[in-house]
């Protein structure tokens, strides 16, 4: 069994080296499309490159599930979940938020969440039987539990519009019953801060693992709950996601779940 606290401390030097590559390279980099709204730049590429090659020394016989697929290997036991840039349109726009996001899995299991949010330099990280930290701090979720001062935070479909009616009802029960949404662009970034406090619930839909896995970890390890739309742990798998703080989770669940689930 690895020792994961000194293999988490090791990947979030690394993390943080890759982070200061990208701002280096921050006016030099050229823009691929992949899709409508879906971007993917030459940074993006050179940092999921960096960490590859970094987690593999860090883990040898490691495997990877990365975004832009720099590497196809896969682990028997241990694989690496990356996304080198999560919230590339606001990188391309210079505006905040987006953050390097890597989580550790074991067989199916995610042991291991760092996510590294670049403009304000904050580091989320947590690990099997830890709490979850911000920059060496423990974090919780909010203890909020009312309806009308929740401040939710969601991403707005960006490829996947099958379900935008459905989105846009259970937004508009959310906006007239809460104190607020937010959207920032960046899902890894959104979970973080349900695990530190600053929003009460996210949800989204059509999302990859890479976009969640480390995120959704810190909640949970924060004291935070996340599932699919219907209640399953399969958000990891199907890209429909809740995460709220634990008090709260109940009532948010029951408005996206009327509104988006499939098992009605």
């Not at 883990?59 to 036991?77: D, N, Q, R, Y």
Request: charged share 25%; net charge negative.
């Amino acid at each position: 069994m690895i020792e994961l606290e000194s293999l988490g401390k090791k990947a979030r030097e690394l993390i943080f080296e890759t982070a200061e590559m990208i701002r280096t390279e921050r006016e030099n980099f050229e823009i691929e499309v992949k899709g409508q709204s879906d971007f993917v730049t030459s940074i993006d590429k050179m940092s999921e490159e960096k960490l590859v090659a970094g987690l593999s020394e860090l883990l040898p016989g490691s495997g990877f599930i990365a975004e832009e697929e720099t590497s196809k290997k896969v682990g028997e036991v241990y694989n690496w979940v990356i996304d080198p840039i999560d919230g590339t349109t606001n990188f391309i726009h210079g505006v905040a938020p987006h953050a390097i996001s890597v989580a550790l899995m074991r067989n199916k299991t995610i042991v291991m969440g760092i996510v590294y949010e670049i403009v304000h330099g904050e580091m989320f990280y947590a690990h099997e039987n830890s709490p979850a930290f911000l920059n060496d701090l423990e974090i919780k979720v909010s203890d909020n539990h009312t309806h009308q001062q929740a401040l939710v935070v969601t991403g707005f479909p960006y490829t996947n519009f099958k379900k935008i009616d459905e989105y846009f009802d259970a937004m508009r029960e959310l906006m007239e019953e809460t104190s607020g949404i937010r959207r920032l662009g960046s899902a890894a970034t959104d979970l973080c801060y349900i695990a530190c406090g600053r929003y009460d619930a996210f949800w989204e839909y059509g999302l990859h693992v890479w976009d969640v896995a480390a995120g959704a970890f810190i909640v949970q390890q924060a004291g935070g709950k996340a599932c699919d739309f219907d209640g399953t742990d399969d958000f990891i798998n199907n890209g429909n996601i809740i995460a709220t703080n634990a008090k709260y989770f109940d009532k948010f669940y029951e408005i996206v779940n009327r509104h988006l689930g499939e098992n009605e």
